[in-house]
C-alpha cells in the first residue's frame, strides 16, 4: 500500500520561504497526480497545488499563484512544494495527497484523491 511522508513544515516569518516534501513509498511519483491540500485553523481543508501523472500540467489556487511552485523529481521519488513570500494567512497544516486514478484533468478536486500523507504544520507568523 502506498503511503506518502511529508517533511519541511515549520515556523518562518511573513515574506519568508519553506520547501515542503512528499515521497511516496512503494510507488514512483510518474505513476501519480499529486497535489498539496490545506486546513486552515477553523477552516475547511482546500486545494492548493497539484500536477498531474504525466508532469504536464500543473494548477494553483489563486492565492498562491506567483508564489508558490509545485514541482516533482523523478530520480529522488519526491514531489516538492516551493513556498515564497509567505504571509500569515497561509498558516494550515498542509497535506499531500496521490491519486492512481486521474492523470491529466481533475487534479484540483479533493474526491479524486485517494492516498494522503499525516499533514505537516506551517506557521507563518512574526
Known amino acids: 500500500q502506498v503511503q506518502l511522508v511529508e517533511s519541511g513544515g515549520g515556523l518562518v516569518q511573513p515574506g519568508g520561504s519553506l520547501r515542503l516534501s512528499c515521497a511516496p513509498s512503494?510507488?514512483?511519483?510518474?505513476?501519480?497526480?499529486m497535489g498539496w491540500f490545506r486546513q486552515p485553523p477553523g477552516k475547511e481543508r482546500e486545494f492548493v497545488a497539484a500536477i498531474s501523472r504525466s508532469g504536464g500540467t500543473t494548477d494553483y489556487v489563486d492565492s498562491v499563484k506567483g508564489r508558490f511552485t509545485i514541482s516533482r523529481d523523478s530520480a529522488k521519488n519526491t514531489v516538492y512544494l516551493h513556498m515564497n513570500s509567505l504571509k500569515p494567512e497561509d498558516t494550515a497544516v498542509y497535506s499531500c495527497a496521490a491519486s492512481n486514478v486521474i492523470w491529466e484533468s481533475g487534479i484540483t478536486v479533493m474526491r479524486n484523491y485517494n492516498i494522503w500523507g499525516q499533514g505537516t504544520q506551517v506557521t507563518v507568523s512574526s
Open positions: 512503494g510507488r514512483t511519483v510518474t505513476g501519480l497526480a
